[in-house]
Every structure is written in structure tokens, then in C-alpha cells.
């Protein structure tokens, strides 16, 4: 039995292979955890909220280092295969992992010298805003150069800025910020919330052959995080998820629409508690998230659609145009978003659900 497992693992890919380790090694940093917290809770229990810190703040930069390892494996993979360009995606492998380092940066910063964070912050946002600039402008060059229809390359571009622009000003101005209690509550739900949506996402009615798929509600626990704990909080935790999609189930064409179809779509998973304080609705809770959810499953669609016109054209089925097609495949959004919704107002119908979530 050890010998036919051995072989097994050994026919597998690097991906593979590191995804197996990597998720034993998960388990067991978690049941390690989970014995040192209990011993804490048991025999130093005024050592608790240090331990909670600690553990929080280790298990999101090992969340980010692993999510990093795996899209970069999973990315060479396809590249070895020829399925896209390295060329075009390196340069942005280089600006996440600069983003990662950062992180990490920013931990070292905020213990050192904390009132240097803000500042920090702004100089990695100049610099990483300066990089992006000037890969968009060399990609349009070497397009232009190789004969690519510019326009197209132009309108992706303006169409990802102005999704990107929105989203941020709908955070300006509705995003609220929370306090350290609230704050250190929704780091472990957004874990556990994007733990069950990844999970969920395997279970699908209908899987679509240029990517997109109907699951079994898999998007309902980012769209009830996002009502809990407020816009800001719900986009970070839906760009985390859309990268875990692409490591899933990546079908990637072009570095623009990568970032459409996976981070930035399921970014706009986290606009669904937008209407949670708007007056419009008084307190009738289940509008306000079919309103919220419906919004974001719009966005979503949007992202997806952008990139089905420009990107995805060629697989235009027969008696349909780019633009058809875009609007037509991609309605598998809706399919996906109506299981979610109608599922979430079954639980919001439920008071002690509601309690539980009213935490803010």
C-alpha cells in the first residue's frame, strides 16, 4: 500500500506534489496551533490575546506566502505547456510578490516604528502604482510594434481602470473603518468564509468549456462576510478568493484579463453589503443583501464580459458576434448568483442568524 501511494504521488505534477504537502502541513500547523492555544487558554490565559495576535498575523503571512507559491507553480505549469506567454505574465509575478514582501514589510514597520506606517503604505502604493504604469505603456509599445489592434489593448485597459476606479470610490466613500475588536474578528471570518466558498466551488451544476461555472452556492459566505463586516473588508476577502480561482480552474489569455476575470470579478463579490446602512430599505434586512448581492453579481458580470467581447472573441459560437457572445456565455454569472441569493434569504429569514450576524 506504501509503495502503490509512493508511485502515485510520484506520477503527479510539481503543482501537485506541493499542493499535497503544503495541505498536510496546513493541517498540522493548525492542530499545532489549536493544542498551543488550548495550552495557553488552560495555563496562561493572560498570555491569550498576545497568542491570538501572533497566530492571526502568522497565518495570513503564511495564507499569502502559500497563495503566491501556488499561483507561481501553477503559472509555470501552463507556460511549460505553452498555454500562454511567460513573457507577459512575469512582470506581473514580480509586482505580487513586491505586494507580498510588502506585507511582510508592513508587519516589520507597525512593530519598529508604528506611527511610520501610514507613510510606509503610501511610498509601496507610489511605488507599485509607478511599476504598473510603466509595464502598461512597454506592453503597448511591443503590441503596437507586433502589429496588435491597439484599440482593443486601450479599451481593456480603460474598461479595468474604470471597474478599479469605481470600486475604490464606492470604498471612499460607503467603506467604513472598524475597531480592533471588530477588526480582529473579521480576519478569522474572512478565513473561514473564503475556506467555505473554495470548498463550495467544487460542487457545480454546469462547468462551461472557456471558463465559469453554476456551483452549489459557493459565492453566499463572501457576500454574507461582506454584509457583516462592510464593503472594505468584503472586496479584500473576494480578491483573495478570485486568486484561489485561478489557481483552481485557471483558463488565462491574456495578463489583463486575468486580473478581470479572477481578482477583480470576485472583488466585486465584496460591494454586497453596500445597502446594509442605507436608509432606503429601513430595517428590512433581506432587500438590503438581494439588493447588495445583486449589485455585485452585476459587476462580476461586467468584469466577465469585458473580457468575453476583447479577450474571449474567437470562441464565438456560430450566428453570434463578439459582443453577443460576451453578453450571452457569460450569463452563467446570474444562474450563480440566484442559487446564492436565494439560499441567503433563507438564512437571513432566520432571527438567530440575523442576531449573530449584527455584530457591528
Known sequence: MF???????SALSTFQKCGTVFLYLTIGLLVLTAVIGILIWRFKRDKQSDFIKYAVGTGIGYSIALIGIMLFLKFDEMITAGEFFGELFWPIFALLAFLV?????ALAVS???KSKLKIYWLAVFAV???YTVVLVVLQLVKLYKGGAVISEEITLLASTVILVGGVAALLAIFGKKSDADIHTKSIVYAAVCIAMSFALSYIRFLRLPQGGSVTFVSILPLLVYSYMFGIRKGVLAGLIYGLLQ???DPW???PVQFLLDYPIAFAML???GLFKSFPLFKDKIIPKFVAGAL????LRYACHVITGIIVFDIYAAENFDAVQWGFFYNLFVFADAAIAIFAGCLLFSSKGFVKQINIQ
Not at 509503495?3 to 504521488?9: C, G, K, M, N, R
Not at 514582501?101 to 514589510?105: Q, W
Not at 449589485?295 to 452585476?298: D, P, R, Y
Open 246 to 248: 485561478a489557481i483552481q
Open 270 to 272: 465584496g460591494l454586497a
Open 3 to 9: 509503495l502503490s501511494a509512493s508511485d502515485a504521488f
Open 128 to 130: 507599485a502604482s509607478v
Open 252 to 254: 488565462i489569455l491574456h
Open 111 to 113: 512593530i519598529a516604528a
Open 101 to 105: 514582501l510588502a506585507c511582510f514589510g
Open 295 to 298: 449589485l455585485a453579481a452585476i
